[in-house]
């Protein structure tokens, strides 16, 4: 399967701890993006990586947040002190290197429940 | 006043029923235009990728786009049961450097069989 893959699928975590996702986005697309959504609502925009480069952070991403795309390739969205607020749909999408175009390919999503 | 406005639903039709659906907007800046598809629990699937105005056609899908009225339409001719599911629009400027989506709340959709 060429397609976004996200893992874990599903994590259950207890409030205060801290839990990590990991991404890996279609070969050769240089873009990757992460969104939230809640039930009932669309995905929203988190934050953006071109390469390893993370160019773009929405204000719904707290300090508790954190995104790393070290080597270009796959990245990781970490989230530190847990509350149930964060409980969503962890989504992740890439984009091919196409100049004028941005079409995005979705992952499965990682389904965070924080008790 | 949202960015990006979509009807929730749910909304029901027969089988072999032609299906509208339908967000506005009011960000004039928005050029990129899409459908996804998302099944419950899973990650949306890209229907119809458009730029700018005019229609697109791919299948029992057709995507219009007007831009003077801020409004876009998904169409699904001949609907079956398997098209039941979450309908997301999304939008994005061109030349933001991101080309960060912004979603509508998505339409549920039911065809009954």
């Known amino acids: 399967d060429t397609g976004v893959s996200q893992n874990p699928r599903h994590k259950i975590t207890k409030r205060g701890q801290n839990v990590t996702f990991r991404c890996d986005p279609i070969s050769e697309h240089n873009r990757l993006y992460w969104y939230r959504q809640t039930l009932g609502q669309g995905p929203e925009f988190l934050t953006y990586?071109?390469?390893?480069?993370?160019?773009?952070k929405s204000r719904l991403l707290s300090d508790r947040f954190s995104a790393e795309r070290p080597k270009g390739s796959f990245s990781t969205l970490e989230i530190q002190r847990t509350e149930q607020g964060d409980s969503a749909m962890y989504l992740c999408?890439?984009?091919?290197?196409?100049?004028?175009?941005?079409?995005?390919?979705f992952g499965p999503g990682t389904r965070l429940t924080v008790l | 006043q949202k960015e990006v406005e979509q009807d929730p639903g749910p909304l029901s039709v027969p089988e072999g029923a032609i299906v509208s659906l339908n967000c506005t907007y009011s960000?004039?800046?928005?050029?990129?235009f899409m459908w996804y598809r998302q099944y419950s629990r899973k990650g949306p699937e890209l229907l119809m990728y458009?730029?700018?105005?005019g229609n697109k056609e791919d299948g029992r899908f057709t995507a219009q786009v007007d831009k003077s009225s801020k409004y876009i339409s998904l169409f699904i001719r001949d609907s079956q049961p398997s098209d039941s599911a979450t309908y997301l629009c999304?939008?994005?400027?061109?030349?933001?450097?991101?080309?960060?989506?912004?979603f509508g709340t998505g339409t549920r959709l039911k065809v009954l069989a």
């Open positions: 990586f071109q390469n390893e480069a993370q160019l773009e």
């Open positions: 458009t730029y700018s105005s």
């Open positions: 999408a890439s984009s091919p290197p196409v100049a004028g175009s941005n079409e995005q390919f």
């Open positions: 999304a939008m994005s400027e061109r030349g933001s450097g991101t080309y960060k989506y912004i």
């Open positions: 960000n004039s800046a928005f050029q990129y």
